[in-house]
């Protein structure tokens, strides 16, 4: 069975005083649900935890791990120059008080205005690119003006983290970091022993496709209702499934109005957003993720872990996950056509084949993808940002 090691900061703390380490999020939900792992082993090794973030429901979840949750109002979108400014401030107020060892930054204004306030107050940053999705697919103005920001706010960063080759090779191209800072890291990894493998509840015959993620444009929602539309006059007896929900708070969401659309005509069963997916993944025969561009695909890492077979496009954050007809197919990025077809030949596979692609995926991320990995990679950076 895999068990997470016990880390060890390898810093020389007096008796009773943890060095502090700060995390900050647009949410408490981030930290909860995408950086548990995390949580768990920086506190392993000796570090007391604080977050900086708004307080939303999850708050409870992050104080009952253990971490300190102080509250910052983050505007999740929008560029807007008082709002922002006053963040700063209230960023470098926050960290001079409570003077900490080091301070993560995850999500765009908490790695940018955050990395800005470390730097003002003396603190070692170490951040986390999840993906370069939004700014970067804007292109134009918002991407000029986001990637001047990071250049700014990375210039004196500790450690800036990556989840794939192509975002960090982009960004030393474009001398937002420089080599010596970027790493790279498999996304948050995933917990082996949570998502594995569960032959008691594996589905029928009819192939069930499950599109896992927020229903957002970038993550490829219209090309695969798209996509639907034309499998089901010679698909009768598949199932497809969308499990999550629109997000107001984005810019790319889709409607309400039109998802509910989508399901009075019957193109789509819609399961909502659960704080656990394992069920829904288990009952699925493959999990679809049709994106434009990603860090690291949560939902195709997560389905990989189940042992399910994989869609997405040939794009960084998928490509990584996806070895084409060994784990899964790959389909060409924005285009409904290429998506379809590739569903339509994953739906023709015989359930055996489906298994082995299934197996073939929980055997990548065993040796590729551990949990374990972030956790050490985080571990020995803050243990060399303490001792500076």
Not at 16 to 45: D, H, I, K, M, Y
Not at 285 to 305: H, K, N, Q
Request: charged fraction near 25%.
């Amino acid at each position: 069975m895999h068990r997470p090691r016990q880390h060890q900061a390898n810093v020389d703390v007096a008796a009773g005083e943890r060095p502090v380490v700060v995390l900050s999020a647009n949410n408490c939900w981030n930290l909860a649900n995408f950086r548990a792992p995390l949580l768990t082993g920086l506190q392993e090794a000796g570090y007391r935890l604080v977050a900086f973030a708004p307080l939303d429901s999850h708050a409870d979840d992050l104080r009952a791990k253990g971490v300190e949750v102080q509250p910052v109002p983050i505007a999740r979108s929008g560029m807007n120059p008082i709002t922002d400014t006053r963040l700063l401030i209230r960023y470098v107020r926050m960290l001079r008080q409570l003077r900490p060892a080091a301070y993560c930054g995850f999500t765009i204004k908490p790695n940018v205005y955050g990395a800005i306030a470390a730097r003002i107050a003396g603190v070692p940053a170490v951040n986390n690119v999840t993906g370069l999705a939004t700014p970067y697919l804007s292109e134009g103005l918002v991407w000029a003006i986001a990637e001047r920001l990071y250049r700014f706010a990375f210039s004196r960063a500790h450690v800036v983290f990556y989840h794939n080759e192509e975002d960090l090779r982009l960004m030393i191209e474009r001398k937002v970091v420089r080599p010596d800072q970027g790493r790279v890291i498999p996304g948050s990894g995933v917990n082996l022993e949570h998502f594995r493998p569960d032959d008691r509840n594996e589905v029928g015959e009819d192939v069930r496709f499950l599109f896992f993620g927020r229903l957002i444009l970038h993550k490829g929602i219209r090309e695969f209702i798209d996509a639907v539309r034309m499998l089901r006059p010679i698909m009768p007896h598949a199932r497809f499934q969308l499990l999550g929900n629109t997000d107001p708070g984005n810019p790319t969401s889709v409607s309400e109005q039109e998802l509910q659309s989508w399901i009075a005509d019957g193109i789509v069963e819609h399961l909502g957003e659960h704080r656990d997916v394992r069920p829904y993944i288990r009952q699925a025969s493959v999990v679809v993720l049709p994106t434009y561009r990603e860090g690291m695909s949560r939902a195709l890492l997560e389905g990989a872990a189940m042992g399910k077979p994989l869609i997405g496009s040939d794009v960084a954050g998928s490509r990584e996950l996806i070895d084409d007809e060994v784990t899964g197919l790959l389909c060409r990025a924005r285009d409904a056509n290429s998506l379809a077809d590739a569903m339509r030949r994953m739906g023709e596979m015989r359930p055996r084949q489906l298994r082995e692609m299934g197996r073939a995926a929980r055997s990548k991320v065993e040796r590729e993808f551990s949990e374990e990995v972030v956790v050490r990679a985080y571990v020995d950076v803050l243990a060399q940002a303490v001792r500076r």
